[in-house]
């Protein structure tokens, strides 16, 4: 069966978008949370009129993200945290420290938008993968120290 999705959905397409899916699937969770429609002429003039309305603004969305992605590159991000005399960590370092510590340098970004590509649990340099768009990904490097004394934390 074929939906026109309304919203973006991870996994299966974007909003406007026209995508296959089993009819049960369609029928008892797309539907009726408004998150689909079936894919008929009307419901499909009126995708289109609305795909066309907002690519400009994903072409501007873009455009902002690439300016983002640039500004994060030449970031030196360094995040104090407690840590033992090996380097081990207390904890781990998560997407939302670093959401955090981007703002501090002006950058507003999900924590869902980070991914590390392990856990962070030692001191050193490690990176990261950031979605600022659909198309635009960015890696973000980025120091973890041990804090000089538990107060500099609080």
Not at 30 to 54: D, R
Not at 110 to 125: F, M, S, W, Y
Not at 138 to 151: G, R
Request: net charge positive.
């Amino acid at each position: 069966m074929e939906v026109i999705l309304k919203q973006d959905i991870q996994g299966l397409g974007y909003k406007n978008e026209r995508v296959a899916v089993q009819p049960g699937y369609a029928r008892n969770y797309l539907i009726p949370a408004k998150m689909a429609v079936v894919a008929h002429e009307a419901n499909q003039k009126v995708a289109l009129e609305n795909a066309k309305q907002t690519a400009h603004k994903r072409l501007q969305e873009k455009k902002n993200a690439e300016a983002v992605a640039a500004q994060i590159g030449q970031l030196k991000l360094i995040l104090e945290v407690k840590a033992g005399e090996q380097g081990k960590i207390f904890g781990s370092v998560t997407s939302a420290q670093l959401a955090n510590a981007l703002e501090r340098h002006r950058v507003q970004l999900n924590p869902k938008d980070i991914h590390l590509a392990q856990p962070v649990k030692t001191v050193g340099v490690h990176e990261a993968i950031l979605d600022l768009h659909r198309e635009v990904t960015c890696t973000l490097f980025f120091e973890v120290v041990a804090a000089a004394d538990s107060q500099a934390l609080a």
